[in-house]
């Protein structure tokens, strides 16, 4: 598809329970990232993969959460033991990797999100 | 870490009327980004303008990064423009973003 494409739109589940979201990012960005939406409130950065590997996990609350990218094209956001707490819009955004030294990302192109709602 | 704060918090125009976003932030910045969340929680990319200024359509942007704010300009408004408006930035290059917390704007037709 010509966008970031993300699953399952909506996903109820238990205190407790083990949940994952998948994201499909836009095909030919390297960087893949994962951003949390709680209500009222912008994003927060998450997890960042720069093919392969995370390049910078520290916006993981803690070790419940854990992402991989096995491929360099998919990304799957884990999460154990959900608490009432992990209740938000969970958002994956992809971009080109730039040639620059730095490397300039460029702009960030967001899915439409996985509804997270934890009983 | 860094700062973003977003002005006006909510803003409600009658249909046609123009309007200024402001985002200051309270640290150099290599990378910054407007979005406009619509009311179906799609984050769309505005601009990435980290500096000088950006015109599409009826949305300009201009980033003053010696002054650390950027404007978001929406002239003609229309129904469609209401959502909320997020600033986001970075110190660095990566995408690794800090968000204000959005300004909410209604058009009424």
């Known amino acids: 598809g010509a966008g970031v494409s993300q699953t399952p739109s909506n996903k109820v589940t238990e205190k407790g329970k083990y949940v994952e979201l998948r994201c499909d990012p836009i095909s030919g960005h390297t960087a893949l990232y994962w951003y949390r939406q709680s209500l009222g409130q912008g994003p927060e950065f998450l997890i960042y993969f720069q093919g392969t590997g995370a390049a910078d996990d520290s916006g993981l609350p803690n070790d419940r959460f854990f992402a991989v990218r096995p491929e360099g094209s998919v990304s799957t956001l884990k999460i154990q033991r959900t608490e009432r707490g992990d209740s938000a819009v969970y958002l994956c955004?992809?971009?080109?990797?730039?040639?620059?030294?730095?490397?300039?990302?460029?702009?960030?192109?967001f899915g439409e999100g996985s509804r997270l709602t934890v009983l | 870490g860094i700062q973003v704060e977003q002005s006006p918090p909510d803003l409600i125009l009658q249909e046609g009327a123009n309007s200024t976003l402001r985002c200051n932030f309270s640290d150099s910045v290599n990378n910054l980004q407007w979005f406009h969340q619509n009311p179906w929680g799609q984050l769309i990319n505005l601009f990435y303008?980290?500096?000088g200024t950006k015109q599409n359509g009826r949305l300009s942007a201009t980033t003053v990064a010696t002054e650390r704010y950027s404007l978001l300009y929406i002239s003609s408004s229309q129904t469609t423009d209401s959502g909320v408006y997020f600033c986001a930035v970075e110190r660095g290059y990566g995408n690794k973003l800090v968000f204000g917390a959005g300004t909410i704007l209604r058009v009424k037709s």
């Open positions: 955004a992809s971009s080109l990797q730039g040639d620059r030294d730095p490397p300039n990302t460029g702009e960030l192109f």
């Open positions: 303008i980290p500096s």
